[in-house]
């Protein structure tokens, strides 16, 4: 089973910036719909933004102009820069992935079968 590992989570300010990455335990795994979700306590698990293979992407629209999701085809690794951080973005951030779709990367938690063990984000007013 591929793992995916994220990194670069951490505690920061509000206003403060921090960047996520994905890499898959197999370099030539590459899904076509990668993404990131994330899980407030008390609050399900939502989907942040998607990025298919070939680069389309969707946001949610609470970080539609905060968050940029990118991807490195080459070095098969995810990223999530999240700029101007809101104490409402803390929340345990995960990247997945959906081996099994072909066609549009939906925002929903259960369209993705790999998933990271996700990587804290707190930030602080």
């Known amino acids: 089973q591929v793992q995916l590992v994220e990194s670069g989570g951490g505690s920061v300010q509000a206003g403060g910036s921090l960047r996520l990455s994905c890499v898959p335990s197999?370099?030539?795994?590459?899904?076509?719909?990668m993404g990131w979700f994330r899980q407030a306590p008390g609050k399900e698990r939502e989907g942040v933004a998607t990025i298919s293979r070939d680069g389309r992407i969707k946001y949610a629209e609470s970080v539609t102009g905060q968050f940029t999701i990118s991807r490195d085809n080459y070095k098969n690794t995810l990223y999530l820069q999240m700029n101007s951080l809101d104490p409402e973005d803390t929340a345990i951030y995960y990247c997945?992935?959906?081996?099994?779709?072909?066609?549009?990367?939906?925002?929903?938690?259960?369209?993705?079968?790999?998933w990271g063990q996700g990587t804290q984000v707190t930030v602080s007013s």
């Open positions: 997945a992935a959906d081996t099994r779709r072909w066609l549009s990367c939906r925002l929903i938690p259960s369209d993705y079968n790999d």
């Open positions: 197999e370099y030539y795994y590459s899904p076509y719909c």
